[in-house]
């Protein structure tokens, strides 16, 4: 059974940064595809940010020129790095991954607020 372990989030001031980690179970070569999902509350989960196999990236446009995802395969871990925070980001953030079928972290909060 596969398991996501995130962490990283968080309460941190307008303008702040924080980096998520999601550290997959087993090698993180072994999925297709790599996501962040983000879910406030009374919304729906939104796609943040992905990165393919083959390292492709694409953002959400709300994250764009913000947000980073990447991975570090020494550590076996993806990335999100989070710049210039806004309030509408406060929510919790999601791992996904997918290779035949799709796994979910836990989730952690991440809350902007002054």
């Known amino acids: 059974q596969v398991q996501l372990v995130e962490s990283g989030g968080g309460l941190v001031q307008p303008g702040g940064s924080l980096r998520l980690s999601c550290a997959p179970s087993?090698?993180?070569?072994?999925?297709?595809?790599m996501r962040w999902y983000r879910q406030a509350p009374g919304k729906e989960r939104e796609p943040v940010a992905m990165?393919?196999?083959?390292?492709?990236?694409n953002y959400a446009d709300s994250v764009k020129g913000r947000f980073t995802i990447y991975r570090d395969i020494a550590k076996n871990t993806m990335y999100l790095q989070m710049n210039n925070l806004k309030p509408e980001d406060t929510a919790v953030y999601y791992c996904?991954?997918?290779?035949?079928?799709?796994?979910w972290g836990q989730g952690t909060q991440v809350t902007v607020s002054s």
């Open positions: 990165i393919s196999s083959n390292g492709d990236t």
């Open positions: 996904y991954a997918y290779n035949s079928r799709a796994y």
């Open positions: 087993g090698s993180i070569f072994r999925f297709n595809v």
